[in-house]
């Protein structure tokens, strides 16, 4: 499996978790980012996250099927 790995830029702190997967394409819809973190899919900072609404802060790490973010504050 490739690995893909992407600075996402935040203008606010904080954000949900599940609208980053949402915005950056990574779920089709909010509905199945909710879905895919309760399934415990998503890692935040290496760990297994279930909270749909998670707090994700400038420096965060979210990992998902392949794919690697880096939260930034813009």
């Given amino acids: 499996m490739t690995s893909n790995k992407t600075v996402v830029e935040i203008n606010q ?3 949900e978790l599940y609208k980053i997967l949402k915005f950056e394409g990574l779920a089709s819809s909010g ?3 909710k879905m ?18 998670k707090k994700v ?5 979210i990992t998902f099927n ?9």
């Fill in 31 to 33: 509905a199945e980012a």
């Fill in 36 to 53: 895919v973190i309760d399934q415990g899919h998503v890692q935040l900072n290496g760990k297994t996250e279930t909270q749909k609404r």
């Fill in 13 to 15: 702190e904080p954000v």
């Fill in 57 to 61: 802060m400038s420096g965060d790490t």
């Fill in 66 to 74: 392949g794919d690697t973010l880096h939260i930034q504050l813009s």
